[in-house]
């Protein structure tokens, strides 16, 4: 059994030799780009800056517009405040004149009423007594 493990293991170190890669042929070439580290890190610094200023601004758009949107939302809603009081001081000016209509018709009807009785002559029981300064005339 030893014999046998240790011939699998020769085996796989033949394989292995075999199947072994070959070197890599690459062609030497400068990395990173034809600026210092120094430079390239400035750049970096600033496209930092560059992207927080352009974060801040959007964020001061996105408050900006809100407050737009919520200021719009305040002006409609008192627009439809003062439609629905002018509605209702329209509302009480026609009951006013309404009822001061009335009142002018029922003057009218009570005055021409009392005329009529001045016209016809109606007993005095109908009309206004006026105390005629007799002993059966009340005291106020």
Excluded at 36 to 59: G, P, T
Excluded at 60 to 81: R, T
Excluded at 99 to 127: A, I, W
Aim: proline share 4%.
């Amino acid at each position: 059994t030893c014999s046998v493990a240790k011939k699998e293991l020769d085996d796989l170190e033949k394989w292995k030799e075999e199947h072994k890669p070959g070197p890599i042929k690459l062609v030497p070439q400068r990395l990173g780009g034809m600026k210092s580290e120094a430079q390239a890190r400035q750049k970096q610094q600033m496209m930092f800056m560059q992207s927080k200023y352009r974060q801040k601004h959007k964020r001061e758009e996105y408050i900006k517009a809100k407050k737009a949107a919520e200021e719009a939302e305040i002006l409609k809603k008192k627009a439809i405040q003062r439609e629905k009081a002018e509605r209702l001081e329209v509302k009480k000016r026609q009951q006013e004149m309404q009822r001061r209509q009335m009142f002018l018709e029922d003057h009218y009807y009570k005055t021409n009423e009392l005329l009529n009785r001045f016209d016809l002559g109606l007993p005095k029981s109908d009309s206004c007594q006026i105390a005629d300064g007799g002993p059966e005339s009340t005291a106020w």
